[in-house]
Structures are given as C-alpha cells and as structure tokens.
C-alpha cells in the first residue's frame, strides 16, 4: 500500500517562507506531486518531481530524495493568497494517491 | 483554456436515493479519474478509467458505484441507494497519460452531494 505523511497545520507570515515536508511508503513510485486547494475549490497541479532534486516554478520549489523517501514544497515571498490546503501525492499504476494536506495559513 | 467541467455543482438527496454525477473531461485526455473528498479530509481515489474500461479502483468503489462514458463527451458517476456517509465533494479529473505520467491531473470544479 501507499501512505503519506504532512504536517497538518503551518502558519507563516506575509512575505516569509515555508516548507511543508512530505514522507512517502510506497511501491513502484513514480514521481512526486503538489497540488494547492483552495477552501472550497479543486485541487490544482503546482509542481512534479520525478528525478531528485530541486524543481523551481516561480515563487514555488519542490524538492525530492527518493533514497529518503522525502520531499518538500517551498513557498517563498508568501502572500496572503497562498492560504490553502497542500496536498502531497505520489503516483501508483493509474492514480494518484493524495497525502492528508497541510493547511497554511498566511498572517499579515 | 481547455477545462473539466462536472455538473451539478451542488446535489441534496435522500438517503436510498440514487445519484449521477456528470463530467466532461478535457478533449484529448484519454484518461479519467472521480476522487472523493469529506469535508476537510484528504482527496480520496475512487476510480480510473481508461479506453472504456475500470484500469482501477479503491475499497471504496464497491457495487453501490460505477462509471459510464456514454459517449464521446461524458463521463458519469452513479451512486446508487445513497448513504448518509456518501456525502462529499466528488471530483473528476483528466489527463493525457497514466496519472498525468508527470503527476499532472486536471480537477473540475466539483460536485457536492449532500445525502440526508
């Protein structure tokens, strides 16, 4: 089976930066993915790491080592519109298996 | 922008009752998925679908569930004799390969169904 674990709660302020940590158990891995949702919305793709190392999208940047079975979302210059859920997700045969998110919450 | 669109937005039924949820996926997407989502918990997969048949399911996807693509357009959910724990936010996505191959599905907006 598959299982993946993240903080459940971060709080950061306006114009800092987080991480949020992903530790996956899985067979037959792939990849890793983000997705940002929104209260309310879908869940939207931020960002995909299939070899390790760091990938940068703008203000975002996901990492990954897959002999750690680890990876990490970094948001940077946070803005009070990157208050959503994250949601981690490793690929498996034809699906995505989604981690339980982490919730930030940008302060002012 | 190309985009998948699921309908109803919102569905209240009685318990027992029974329930399609509609979507279109993205034209050239050749494969489909419905996630499930309760209220604050963790995106849930139910099923795949790939050239006309189930490529996979979860524990959760039991003889109460299946899926359809009627036609070149469609993609259906039915729930029959709903229960109370069947409601949720129910997602379908799209994507060009195998579980986007890069990681990359596209959500609809979402349908939620409220079951009472």
Redesign the interface.
């Known amino acids: 089976g598959q299982s993946l674990e993240q903080p459940s709660e971060v709080t950061a302020v306006e114009g800092a930066i987080v991480q949020i940590n992903c530790t996956y158990q899985t067979s037959g891995f ?4 983000w ?1 940002q ?1 929104h209260d309310g ?5 931020l960002s ?1 790491n ?1 070899l390790d190392g760091l990938e940068e999208t703008g203000r975002f940047s996901s990492f990954l080592s897959r002999s750690d079975s680890y990876g990490y979302l970094l948001l940077q210059e946070l803005q009070m519109k990157d208050s959503a859920s994250y ?1 981690c ?1 490793v ?11 982490t919730r930030l919450l940008v302060r002012p | 922008e190309p985009e998948v669109t699921q309908t109803p937005s919102h569905q209240v039924t009685q318990m027992g009752q029974e329930v399609i949820l509609r979507c279109v996926p993205i034209s050239n997407h050749l494969y489909f998925y419905w996630y499930r989502q309760i209220l604050g918990q963790k995106v849930e997969f139910l099923v795949s679908f790939y050239n006309n048949e189930i490529s996979e399911k979860s524990e959760i996807f039991d003889d109460q569930f299946s899926v359809e693509r009627p036609d070149g357009s469609n993609f259906t959910l039915k729930i029959r004799s709903t229960k109370l724990e069947d409601s949720a936010m129910y997602f379908c996505a799209s994507s060009e390969r195998p579980a986007g191959n890069t990681g990359e599905l596209f959500f609809g907006e979402g349908s939620r169904l409220t079951v009472l």
């Open positions: 792939y990849g890793l993915s997705y949702q919305g879908a869940p939207t793709f995909y299939g949601f997700a690929r498996s045969s034809y699906k995505l298996i989604f981690g339980s998110g």
